[in-house]
């Protein structure tokens, strides 16, 4: 049996995988929690797509961009253990999401680009703690490997047709899901009564899915939208929002 109350698959470039785990640690102060950290690379998933046709320009670079800090933190996870990822992962989302916008190169690809380089890595590894020669692995396509096996792992546990985060209850006999996907964090508090509601669905065995396609602009410093502002609601077609015609 695993130890861990959920695993949480993600992708460090996926703003609301990283809204959603944001609340996965308030949720641990408030219900004893342990939580283990898998990966699930959006570039490998979406590697049968045409990025130019389904989603906007910028897109590719930046889930390449997941993938290479994936394997990063792959390499951290073999010589580490997986207790390295839990800072490893907080720090990744500090860095990309919850630094201010840097001026006109928000949402640009030059900037995404630059989130799988090793001038951003490794201040990233700094702060978790761990070795900079870590960041070695950017380029190092034998991790893939790894990584594609956790992210099947995750989808034969809830089918194809989702995105991250995905968080498998209980493991590893309880049910996985897609989400929940949120714009802004709960106070603290209520995070955990949030919690309850989510368990309460995934114990069901009946629940297969609640979905809506618009979602509000992240609620993230590096989205440009403070902490009491509302981010602009946006209509999202399987998974992008990218419009379409």
């Known amino acids: 049996m695993s130890s861990a109350d959920i695993r949480f698959y993600f992708d460090p470039v996926c703003p609301f995988c990283w809204l959603t785990s944001k609340w996965i640690r308030m949720v641990q102060t408030e219900r004893d929690l342990a939580v283990e950290w898998r990966f699930i ?15 906007p320009p910028e897109y590719e670079a930046g889930h390449t ?3 290479r800090l994936l394997r990063v933190a792959a390499r951290a996870r073999a010589e580490h253990g997986p207790q390295a990822l839990d800072p490893l992962q907080a720090a990744f989302g500090a860095h990309i999401f919850d630094t201010p916008p840097a001026g006109d190169l928000v949402d640009d690809q030059e900037h995404r680009e630059r989130r799988g380089t090793r001038e951003f890595v ?39 047709d989702v995105g991250t985060p995905i968080i498998h209850f209980e493991p590893p006999d309880g049910v996985a899901f897609f989400g929940p996907v949120i714009s802004r964090l709960p106070d603290q508090g209520t995070a955990g009564e949030l919690w309850d509601h989510v368990v309460a669905l995934a114990r069901f065995p009946g629940f297969s899915e609640l979905k809506r396609s618009l979602r509000e602009r992240p609620q993230l410093v590096g989205f440009g939208v403070p902490a009491d502002a509302f981010g602009q609601q946006e209509d999202w077609h399987a998974g992008s929002r990218r419009q379409q015609k």
């Open 65 to 67: 961009a997941g993938l």
């Open 41 to 55: 690379s959006l570039r490998l998933i979406n590697s049968h797509i045409d990025y130019d046709a389904h989603f």
């Open 122 to 160: 490794e201040p990233i590894l700094r702060d978790a703690g761990l070795p900079l020669g870590l960041a070695d692995a950017l380029d190092d396509e034998s991790w893939d490997a790894e990584i594609r096996a956790d992210g099947e792992e995750a989808l034969i546990l809830t089918g194809k």
